[in-house]
């Protein structure tokens, strides 16, 4: 009986109860989701190499016959050996396979096979361990672009394959085309059965980039889809409605002129909010760029018409930070802020909720404990989340629903975000981008050294003490953990602390401070250092974000190589916060050109869009946000370092069809509208 999509993968050949459990690890149930489970490489299996001309160390295709009867030797309990020679027209070579004692049955003296593998040893001694071995005859894995499947215990590359193969014969004229005709038609795309086939078999590498464009775009299709509604669902709303104010009169309170940026995005955001609609809008900025600024200038402006305001940051080191900041720049304004975090208790906090609910506080900074029961505003009219790569897509909605109605959102990000991240992260709200540093911000000089040079970075320090200055030195870790394999050891800041302290400072006053402090040592810490009563401060990434000590001009970074580009500049940026010129050293032993190039990177540039770019192509985008974080549907076949141009063509059409029909609700939409649903099953909003 043929398969069908939904059929259970026991169904398969060679798939019993046993191996059903394995592939349901990978969430594999149906012969559809196994279809779906689309190939992360291939190996080019085409062509056929004579014994001679295989290249050692690599794979190889070869045709030969089996010249003796395979002996099996049993060298010890748990390893057996078979063994034979493979001749071809001109030499010959050594086959074992190591437990797999069945295969003796399976080879005929005199019969010629297809042997895939890496070839070991010159020619003349040229050998082959474990191939995949088919007759010539009867080739199913072999003679073509094979698909590497991802794997789990149990579960073979060619167990897939087969079943999937099995699945395409079977199952692919059952395969809708979710793509309108006429978007396909427009973006000459193949059809759907075309790119399923030819995705996990292709013919050539030509026809695969044919079907990974169909997917690719399918893929971006819909997730811009979706985004264009949910978008669309906050614009259409009512917001809470600001009066038009002269934000002149805010910028006169303040003890510094903005910059044309900021500006820029102030207005932005006071249109917005003036409109009547409900504001979403993404403040980018580079660290140091002043986008706390533009927060407090919006919660001005809310304030003018009553509004209260929220600022949510992730940690509770930021949000007191924030609160310190926030309180001149709107208090001279007589503005009232509040900061509530999970550290704020008994009497201090019914006080703080009792002043909230009355409208007495006009701006609440606080961590996700802004989100918990018994937090109610007067009159919330503006959420601002900092940092928001770390919240999700989830969370920010959930805050937003708290009031019961829909406030305004301003999100800061000083990740920059590259573009194409951006669009899909932040594809429903609206962007700024402060692209302006505030004046007399001088450029962070980078230097990447070895462990050779370490005295003499000990030196550089001290004499950036000497000057009058303070230094960072960053850590990765906080417990000894020897790197497995190297040997070598990551700089623990506890150790480390010491060793400075009592062997290489003695006369200098080192800090530490490290995420598994409590808070009040961590605060104590940072305080300390922040008024120059510790000439060093020894940290891990606690400081990565929005600590600000201006007289802190160097910052040290031990075994740099261990960081993300842009966490690495995140970190950087925690100096050159003053007209004083700014520092920053990367210490990395490691002598892997990747790496290597990838610390310069960062040398050459201040400009925090050219890494994140930079930092995408090499890392991938998993480093800028786990999946789960932004909320958004796991992308399988896109890769968003590559395909920006796919991604701004499957946007435009998915606009299109949207302008067109804003609810999917043609009958012809129906199952891009059924397709949309389900990828955002986790965003219930938005249908309602
Ligand atoms: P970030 O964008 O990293 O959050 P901040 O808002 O913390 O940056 O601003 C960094 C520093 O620059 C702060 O000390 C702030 O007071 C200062 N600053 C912000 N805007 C200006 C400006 N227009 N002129 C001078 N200093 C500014
Ligand atoms: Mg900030």
Redesign the pocket.
Same mark, same amino acid.
């Given at each position: 009986m043929p398969l069908r999509w939904d059929s259970p993968v026991e169904e398969l050949p060679g798939i019993g109860p046993a191996r059903a459990k394995r592939l349901q690890k990978l969430g594999l149930s149906t012969v559809g989701g196994l279809l779906a489970w689309f190939p992360r490489d291939y190996e080019d299996r085409r062509k056929v190499s004579t014994i001679q001309d295989a290249k050692e160390g690599e794979p190889a295709c070869i045709q030969g016959l089996v010249a003796e009867q395979p002996r099996h030797s049993f060298v010890r309990k748990g390893l057996e050996l078979i063994r034979f020679r493979v001749v071809d027209a001109a030499s010959s070579m050594t086959v074992t396979f190591f437990n797999q004692t069945y295969i003796k049955d399976v080879l005929h003296l005199g019969m010629e096979y297809i042997f895939y593998g890496q070839v070991e040893g010159p020619p003349g001694r040229r050998q082959m361990n474990n191939p995949v071995v088919e007759p010539l005859d009867k080739q199913r894995f072999t003679g073509r672009i094979m698909p590497v499947y991802p794997l789990t215990a149990g579960i073979s590359n060619h167990l897939i394959a087969g079943g999937v193969r099995r699945g395409l014969d079977d199952c692919l004229d059952q395969l809708p085309d979710l793509l309108p005709e006429d978007v396909r038609k427009e973006h000459q795309l193949a059809s759907a059965a075309y790119a399923w086939e030819t995705v996990h078999f292709p013919p050539s590498f030509e026809e695969l980039e044919v079907a990974r464009r169909r997917l690719v775009f399918e893929e971006l299709f819909f997730l811009s889809a979706g985004l264009t509604m949910l978008r669309g669902r906050r614009t259409g709303t009512h917001g809470p409605k600001c009066e038009p104010a002269a934000l002149e009169d805010y910028y006169e309170t303040? @003890?510094?002129?903005?910059?044309g940026a900021?500006k820029r995005a102030v207005e932005a955001a006071a249109a917005d909010m003036t409109s009547g609609g409900v504001m979403n809008r993404l403040v980018q900025?580079?660290?140091?760029?002043?986008?706390?600024?533009?927060?407090a200038a919006c919660a001005w402006l809310a304030a003018q018409s009553g509004w209260q305001s929220a600022l949510m940051a992730p940690t509770e080191l930021l949000a007191g930070q924030h609160a310190q900041?926030l309180e001149p720049?709107l208090g001279r304004s007589g503005l009232t802020v509040g900061l509530l975090t999970g550290s704020v208790k008994g009497k201090a906090r019914k006080t703080l909720l009792s002043q909230l609910a009355a409208g007495e506080i006009d701006l609440l900074v606080g961590t996700h404990a802004l989100l918990s029961e018994g937090v109610e505003f007067c009159r919330l009219g503006l959420v601002i989340t900092?940092e928001q790569h770390r919240f999700g897509v989830n969370q920010r909605a959930a805050l937003a629903e708290r009031s019961g109605e829909k406030p305004h959102v301003m999100v800061?990000s000083?990740t920059p975000i590259p573009r194409t991240l951006a669009l899909i992260i932040y594809g429903d709200l609206e962007v700024s981008v402060?692209d302006e540093r @505030? @004046?007399?911000?001088q450029e962070i000089d980078t230097f990447l050294v070895g462990e050779d040079k370490r005295q003499r970075m000990y030196g550089f320090v001290r004499k950036q003490v000497e000057e009058g200055h303070q230094v960072y030195l960053v850590c990765p870790a906080v417990e000894e953990n020897p790197e497995a394999g190297t040997g070598l050891t990551l700089k623990a800041v506890t150790t480390y602390s010491q060793t400075l302290q009592n062997q290489v400072f003695p006369d200098l006053k080192v800090g530490l401070v490290h995420g598994k402090m409590k808070p009040k040592e961590k605060e104590a810490a940072m305080a300390a250092f922040s008024r120059g009563e510790t000439d060093l401060l020894v940290a891990t990434t606690v400081i990565e974000v929005?600590v600000?000590v201006?007289n802190a001009t160097l910052m040290v970074i031990e075994n740099a190589d261990r960081f993300g580009l842009s966490q690495l500049h995140q970190l950087r940026?925690r100096v050159g916060?003053?007209g004083h010129k700014s520092y920053c050293v990367l210490v990395s032993g490691n002598r892997n050109p990747e790496t290597r190039q990838r610390l310069k990177a960062l040398c050459a540039t201040n400009d925090g869009f050219q890494i994140a770019e930079e930092d995408l192509k090499l890392r991938g985008p998993g480093d800028f946000f786990g999946q789960r974080q932004h909320g958004l549907p796991p992308l399988r076949v896109a890769d968003l370092a590559e395909d920006v141009q796919l991604l701004q063509e499957a946007q435009a059409a998915a606009r299109t069809l949207l302008k067109a029909d804003p609810e999917l609700s043609a009958p012809e939409h129906r199952e891009v509208r059924e397709r949309v649903r389900s990828l955002f099953e986790n965003n219930p909003d938005i249908f309602n």
């Open positions: 303040l @003890p510094f002129a903005l910059t900021q900025g580079d660290v140091g760029s002043g986008k706390t600024v533009v927060a900041t720049l900092d800061m000083a402060i @505030p @004046p007399g911000r929005g600000d201006a940026g916060r003053s």
